[in-house]
């Protein structure tokens, strides 16, 4: 076939909205510090490593999973507290929840609203699912909720879902607590508090799934030390779960994923250890990048810290990085709020004294 008749027939084809969009891009990271997608920088004992894979032994690959994945569900209930009566849905990530989501509600016409800058996700799968998407600006300087454009926002679009992360990313603050009340109970559609980093901070709307009819809250346990098995979970009122799980492709969680996570939630001392662990390392490299010159660290309830360079000097601190071999996330150009800012994975403390190493010979 011809280019010219190859692009031709892509053009024709291909949604428009495709078209004009781009594949999320993750560099390669071999042999790097990584310190760009807020992963747990620590791993298992070679003692709980060698548990792990005797239980690995007993997995029988030749059969499909459980397709509810009644064992890792009832492991999840007990180890994340959800709620008595609340039903439960696990997707391949969180991910694979959005898009579950977009699924059940992709009325014509129906619109996707959150606050920006937030997580890149929400926008892109509302396109996949030809869903209008409607960003409202957080506000400069301090990334808090303008409320007064939020509302009249929702006045204004009807939307059908609500997501809000719970801190939020990239920016790591946590919204004021009594603000997504109100914007609950403005809500004409359904709520999503997205709380993937919800190890990291002491507050969570988890244990008030109930008190409305419109609020689910959705997390992963990527974050807490086990983004490798990409597994993700909504919970909320029961009659929600049920339509959602609709769209939910058979067997999503494979076997392996269930029997890992099912052994991980056995040992979560281990995994909220590491958790304590990071968080202790976010307070002492926030206050290392404080001492730098003209950095503007933001404070920050994820494993991560969001920080402001001086105008025109994120890429070259980037590559400077990279040079180095050390990766991280330049934000500049990403959204105008994010001009000069880099983001920054709260890794060991080794991995963090090269980091500020690094940014002080750059500087």
């Not at 190859?6 to 909205?17: D, N, S």
């Not at 709380?195 to 709307?205: H, K, M, V």
């Not at 105008?336 to 090269?354: H, I, S």
Request: charged letters at 20%.
């Amino acid at each position: 076939m011809e280019p010219d008749a190859l692009t031709a027939l892509i053009e024709r084809l291909v949604r428009p909205e495709i078209q004009r969009l781009s594949a999320y891009h993750v560099p390669p990271a071999r042999g790097m510090i990584k310190l760009d997608a807020m992963e747990n920088p620590y791993s298992w004992s070679d003692g709980l490593r060698a548990a792990w894979l005797e239980t690995l032994r007993e997995v029988t690959l030749n059969r499909y999973p459980d397709p509810t994945a009644g064992e890792l569900c009832q492991r999840l209930r007990a180890s994340m507290e959800i709620p008595e009566g609340m039903g439960l849905l696990l997707g391949n990530g969180s991910d694979e929840l959005i898009q579950m989501l977009a699924m059940t509600l992709a009325r014509p016409g129906a619109k996707v609203l959150t606050v920006e800058p937030g997580f890149v996700m929400y926008r892109l799968i509302a396109t996949f699912a030809g869903m209008d998407y409607v960003g409202v600006p957080l506000r400069a300087g301090d990334f808090t909720l303008d409320m007064p454009a939020l509302l009249e926002a929702i006045e204004r679009e009807r939307p059908a879902i609500l997501y809000l992360a719970y801190p939020n990313n990239p920016t790591g603050n946590r919204f004021d607590s009594d603000d997504l009340v109100r914007l609950i109970e403005a809500m004409p559609g359904l709520v999503v508090i997205d709380e993937a980093y919800a190890p990291f901070t002491d507050y969570s709307f988890l244990g008030l799934l109930g008190d409305w009819p419109n609020l689910l809250v959705m997390r992963t346990v990527s974050k807490m030390g086990l983004a490798g098995l990409r597994l993700g979970y909504l919970a909320g009122p029961p009659t929600w779960i049920e339509q959602i799980d609709k769209t939910r492709l058979p067997y999503n969680i494979n076997v392996l994923t269930q029997a890992s996570a099912r052994f991980a939630l056995e040992h979560k001392a281990v995994l909220d250890a590491q958790t304590q662990a990071i968080r202790a390392e976010r307070v002492q490299l926030f206050e290392a990048l404080r001492e730098l010159p003209a950095l503007h660290p933001y404070p920050s309830e994820a494993n991560f810290i969001l920080v402001r360079v001086p105008a025109g000097r994120a890429p070259a601190l980037f590559e400077g990085l990279k040079a180095r071999n050390i990766l991280i996330k330049s934000l500049d150009g990403s959204h105008p709020l994010l001009a000069d800012c880099l983001r920054l994975t709260v890794g060991a403390p080794e991995e963090n004294a090269a980091l500020i190493e690094a940014l002080r010979e750059l500087l």
